[in-house]
C-alpha cells in the first residue's frame, strides 16, 4: 500500500464524515455554542480549536471538534476573529449561532472584534451579549491548579 493511497483514502474518509457533520449541523433544531480553545505546541506553534456544542434532533447533546487551525500566535485578536469568521463559513453556521466562548481569558478587544462579526449574520443572539470572554468553570480549574501547585510542598510534608 503505497503512501499515496493511503493519504488518499483518509482525505476521502475526512471529506464523507465532514458531509455528514453539515447535514447533521443544518437539520438541528436549535442554534450551535463554539467554544474556543488554545494550544502551542513545545516548538512553539500554536493552534486554535474550535468546537461546537449543540442539541440535535433526538435530544442529545453533541460535541464535535469543528477546526483547528494553526496560528503563529494563537491568542492574538486576529487569530480569534479568523477562527470564528472560517468556521462559520466553512460549515454553514449563519444564523445558528448562540453563543461563543473562549477556554482561557480573552482580550477585551477580541471580544469586542469579535462581537459585530457574529451580530450581523446572527441577529438573535441579543446583539452579541453572549460572546463570553472567558469560560469561568476554565477559570476556576486553573485557579485550582495554580493553588494545588503552589501548595505541593506543603502537602508533602502533611503526608
Not at 464535535?64 to 503563529?72: H, I, P
Not at 491568542?75 to 469568521?85: F, K, Y
Not at 463559513?89 to 448562540?98: H, P, R
Not at 446572527?122 to 451579549?129: F, T, Y
Amino acid at each position: 500500500v503505497s503512501f499515496d493511497n493511503v493519504q488518499g483514502d483518509c482525505v476521502a474518509t475526512y471529506l464523507a464524515e465532514k458531509q455528514n457533520v453539515v447535514k447533521s449541523l443544518q437539520l438541528i433544531p436549535g442554534r450551535i455554542c463554539l467554544t474556543l480553545d488554545f494550544w502551542t505546541s513545545k516548538l512553539t506553534l500554536g493552534y486554535v480549536f474550535v468546537t461546537g456544542h449543540f442539541i440535535d434532533s433526538d435530544w442529545k447533546i453533541q460535541k464535535k471538534l469543528l477546526n483547528v487551525l494553526m496560528e503563529s500566535y494563537p491568542e492574538s485578536d486576529e487569530a480569534l476573529s479568523n477562527a470564528v469568521a472560517n468556521c462559520v463559513s466553512e460549515w454553514g453556521l449563519e444564523g445558528k449561532l448562540f453563543s461563543v466562548t473562549f477556554n482561557h481569558p480573552a482580550s477585551k478587544a477580541a471580544v469586542e472584534k469579535i462581537r459585530p462579526q457574529i451580530c450581523i449574520k446572527n441577529p438573535g443572539i441579543l446583539d452579541g451579549q453572549l460572546v463570553i470572554g472567558n469560560c469561568v468553570a476554565r477559570t476556576f480549574s486553573g485557579l485550582a491548579k495554580d493553588v494545588l501547585e503552589k501548595g505541593k510542598d506543603v502537602i508533602k510534608k502533611i503526608r
